[in-house]
């Protein structure tokens, strides 16, 4: 519990906050700024929180003292109060009011020495709805704020979608985009922003910060993969990887998290030591058993984190190596006939398939086999054709085993 706070106490510490956010405006002191716009990780109860609570009639002091931004101050001061109140819903409200007012004066200022205070407001825009949407859940209502803030950032997106020295932050507001709409389950929306950053004769992608570049690919990485355009979701996600932080581990770790199923889908197998390091080892029988064409590993493996891999999104990618199981398996099987008896190491009778198939607590008629082998000539995973009378697949004597070179199967 706060200790008394007089009035005059109250008075001087808004006071004194209300002068320090001018001052960072007058003298264009964008890093001070941004640090007064920090809501959402602000503890219950602060020096500022408190005088709020002691004061009730700080709007108008805010008004009196700086009107000439009575636009932004009052629900500014109201968003801060709110949140310390844990009202989150009010505080979203209050501090929507605010970014609007804020985002009018930035759009009037000439130079961008307020971008990193504007990407303040777009990171506290989404954090407060996300709480606020929490706090409507709770209360049993609709929530909506996290739409609302999506609507907000775009407009943000456009006064920095522009030629000019502000549309370097563009790439920031963009990512905080992409997190809305991912998390809303409306990840159509981000093909609008995409079209504009990748298309616009005024962005050139590598004038962006690094940090913003890493977040961009992860996520637009993240699309290709629900896409299964596996090689351009290859190449976002390994951009990713290679321009991430080093000791962010738990940033490398999401996008390995992406990076490694569709990895396995092109044919590259991550190593054990890669798996432990990142704590990815919900991977590791899967990778195993496309080593050893283990077909029932892969389903125990698949069925073990199946509400884990549903969650992430990638289960039907990974549900999909099955052919390269099978591929594996033939393989194998081919190996051990070369060995007994080089002259037929082509020939593989489809019996053999379902015994082996058997032997792995898989049942399948010569048909059912049959069927999958077609599928994996098809595919140009194996070489060869089938001989309908003997019920025999007949190997291509020259590479029946092509690689995959990075192609998705």
């Given at each position: ?258 990076l490694i199923p569709v990895k396995l889908s092109i044919g590259v197998l991550p190593r054990r030591t890669l798996l432990e390091k990142y704590n990815l080892l919900e991977y590791a029988d899967i990778v195993t ?110 590479d029946p085993f092509p690689k995959l070179n990075g192609k998705p199967v």
């Amino acid at each position: 519990m706060a200790a008394y706070l007089s009035m005059g106490e109250a008075h001087r510490r808004i006071a004194d906050y209300l002068s320090r956010l001018d001052d960072a405006i007058s003298q264009s002191d964008g890093a001070d700024l941004a640090s007064l716009l920090a809501i959402s990780s602000a503890p219950a109860s602060t020096p500022l929180s408190d005088a709020l609570a002691a004061f009730p009639d700080f709007p108008r002091l805010a008004s009196d003292r700086f009107p000439h931004l009575s636009d932004f101050l009052p629900p500014l001061l109201r968003a801060i109060h709110s949140h310390s109140l844990r009202r989150f819903g009010d505080a979203y409200s209050s501090f929507e009011k605010a970014a609007s007012a804020f985002l009018q004066e930035f759009r009037n200022w000439e130079t961008p020495w307020a971008m990193e205070a504007m990407h303040m407001v777009a990171l506290e825009i989404r954090l407060l709805a996300e709480k606020a949407d929490r706090e409507l859940v709770m209360s049993g209502k609709n929530p909506d704020k996290l739409q609302a803030a999506g609507s907000f950032l775009m407009k943000v997106f456009g006064a920095l979608a522009v030629k000019g020295p502000k549309r370097v932050g563009a790439l920031y507001v963009t990512c905080q985009l992409f997190k809305i709409y991912f998390r809303l389950g409306t990840v159509n929306l981000c093909r609008s922003v995409i079209r504009s950053i990748e298309t616009a004769r005024n962005f050139d992608f590598e004038d962006f910060p690094v940090k913003d570049k890493v977040t961009y690919m992860y996520y637009t990485g993240r699309l290709e993969v629900f896409n299964e355009n596996f090689l351009v979701a290859d190449q976002k996600l390994t951009y990713a990887l290679m321009h991430c932080n080093p000791q962010s581990e738990s940033n490398l770790r999401k996008i390995l998290k992406f990076l490694i199923p569709v990895k396995l889908s092109i044919g590259v197998l991550p190593r054990r030591t890669l798996l432990e390091k990142y704590n990815l080892l919900e991977y590791a029988d899967i990778v195993t058993s496309l080593r050893r064409g283990d077909l029932r590993l892969l389903k125990q493996a698949l069925d073990r984190h199946e509400d884990q891999l549903l969650k992430c999104g990638v289960y039907l990618v990974l549900e999909k190596l099955e052919l390269q199981v099978y591929r594996r398996l033939v393989k194998k099987i081919h190996i051990i006939q070369r060995e007994k008896e080089p002259s037929k190491a082509h020939q593989i009778k489809l019996e053999v398939l379902v015994k082996t198939l058997q032997w792995l607590g898989i049942t399948m008629d010569v048909d059912e086999v049959e069927c999958i082998m077609a599928c994996l000539i098809y595919k140009n995973l194996i070489k060869g054709y089938f001989a309908h009378k003997s019920k025999v697949l007949v190997l291509s004597k020259q590479d029946p085993f092509p690689k995959l070179n990075g192609k998705p199967v």
